[in-house]
T-cell receptor, first 113, second 114 residues
Framework: DQQVKQNSPSLSVQEGRISILNCDYT??????FLWYKKYPAEGPTFLISISSIKDKNEDGRFTVFLNKSAKHLSLHIVPSQPGDSAVYFC????????????FGKGTKLSVKP | NAGVTQTPKFRVLKTGQSMTLLCAQDMNHEYMYWYRQDPGMGLRLIHYSVGEGTTAKGEVPDGYNVSRLKKQNFLLGLESAAPSQTSVYFCASSYSSGRPDTQYFGPGTRLTVL
């Protein structure tokens, strides 16, 4: 059973608008969450993370929100740019898991000029 | 710093052949990981290592073996390749102490088994 779910396989957004990517998890022991970005034919690159003791973390155009009661997190990109077009993976880990990350299946974001 | 590098970038094997994928990192990371990515499946952990000389099984270890003889290298072996092992393989590494568990990925190896 999937512990990390990204229910939207794809998302299309106009340049300059906000992109919102969602992620749900089932394991209440997860205490650290990460977003990775992946371009075709490249490895995933780390984008932003959030600890469970916070509900928001911001880095430039990227903000991650965490709602622990709903077991839900979201990545907001404002404003969206064509170069943001990529597959975004949500990942989670729990303390004591030796750094093992559980990944969602990814959401393909297309930002149209 | 080269970060995490993987060799080779592409490989085509016939069923039953064997091969070894090499991962190298120059960040002095303790932890290293091997993942596979299949269409619509996200990344799934094959094996991982928490230090030189150690290995452990991940989510999908069957058909693979690994070795970590040197801290900077993590090898993934396929003893008898099967078409189901056609995939893109990613290596990653991370620090060991404390959190966060941010992993840094290599560029991937695309393997096709005929």
């Amino acid at each position: 059973d999937q512990q990390v779910k990204q229910n939207s396989p794809s998302l299309s957004v106009q340049e300059g608008r906000i992109s919102i990517l969602n992620c749900d998890y089932t394991n209440s022991m997860f205490d650290y969450f990460l977003w990775y970005k992946k371009y075709p034919a490249e490895g995933p690159t780390f984008l932003i993370s959030i600890s469970s003791i916070k509900d928001k973390n911001e880095d430039g155009r990227f903000t991650v929100f965490l709602n622990k009661s709903a077991k839900h997190l979201s990545l907001h990109i404002v404003p969206s740019q064509p170069g943001d077009s990529a597959v975004y993976f949500c990942a989670a880990s729990e303390e004591g898991s030796q750094g093992n990350l559980i990944f969602g299946k990814g959401t393909k974001l297309s930002v149209k000029p | 710093n080269a970060g995490v590098t993987q060799t080779p970038k592409f490989r085509v094997l016939k069923t039953g052949q064997s091969m070894t994928l090499l991962c190298a990192q120059d960040m002095n990371h303790e932890y290293m990981y091997w993942y596979r990515q299949d269409p619509g499946m996200g990344l799934r952990l094959i094996h991982y290592s928490v230090g030189e000389g150690t290995t452990a099984k991940g989510e999908v270890p069957d058909g693979y073996n690994v070795s970590r003889l040197k801290k900077q290298n993590f090898l993934l072996g396929l003893e008898s390749a099967a078409p189901s092992q056609t995939s893109v393989y990613f290596c990653a590494s991370s620090y060991s102490s404390g959190r966060p568990d941010t992993q840094y990925f290599g560029p991937g190896t695309r393997l096709t088994v005929l």
